[in-house]
């Protein structure tokens, strides 16, 4: 707008002077000069605003280029990661699973992504899983779990989950992403670090019965 009418003031006054110097303010002359005006100044406006759209076209390329970049380093860190990483909807559907996580169960992205996984959890804990993540809320969006699977070789294997709860703008949860790593080795630890605690103990108990029959 500003241009617009620093135009007609300028080109009037030009176009003027020049009619009344040089034309002796011929009307004929004038109406001439103002189609021409009109003409060029549509070209100077096709050309700024040209120059305009290209401009912001290149800013949009080069934003979205940018973006590309981050999210292919953000998927690649993902991917990389030494743990398994999955977001799923509050249902338990999969929609999106790391590298690690399909080597873990010896599957594709392909065969998991859709699927449940709540539904094929070890039987005694899908309902645990439920109430677990109904247990979520704004002032309460991260919590951790542990879950138990039943590998195709029968024998079980543990995992340790950290949750993180994604909400809508009315407070809604979404989705959820997690954390997830093999804690196996250290469940069979633990174990084993009971059951010595247990075998001595039985042996203590045994020797108090023996020497009070003794006495």
Request: net charge negative; glycine share 4%.
């Amino acid at each position: 707008a500003a241009f617009a009418a620093l135009w007609i003031l300028v080109s009037d006054t030009l176009a003027h002077q020049i009619i009344i110097h040089v034309f002796s303010a011929d009307p004929n002359v004038l109406t001439e000069i103002e189609i021409y005006k009109g003409w060029l100044f549509i070209a100077v406006t096709a050309s700024l605003l040209y120059i305009a759209l290209r401009r912001d076209m290149t800013i949009q390329s080069d934003l979205e280029d940018s973006l590309r970049k981050s999210e292919a380093h953000h998927r690649s860190l993902i991917e990389s990661h030494p743990n398994m990483i999955v977001r799923f909807l509050p249902d338990g559907t999969l929609t999106y699973v790391n590298e690690k996580y399909c080597q873990y169960y010896g599957k594709t992205s392909d065969d998991l992504l859709g699927k449940n996984f709540i539904e094929i959890a070890h039987h005694d804990q899908p309902q645990a899983i439920r109430d677990y993540l109904a247990s979520f809320s704004r002032e309460k969006p991260v919590a951790s779990f542990e879950q138990v699977d039943e590998m195709p070789d029968g024998t079980k294997r543990w995992r340790q989950w950290v949750d993180h709860a994604i909400f809508d703008e009315q407070g809604n949860i979404v989705e959820f992403q997690s954390d997830g790593r093999d804690v196996t080795e250290h469940k069979q630890a633990e174990a084993a670090l009971q059951a010595e605690h247990d075998f001595a103990l039985q042996i203590l108990n045994n020797m108090g019965q023996g020497l009070t029959v003794l006495n």
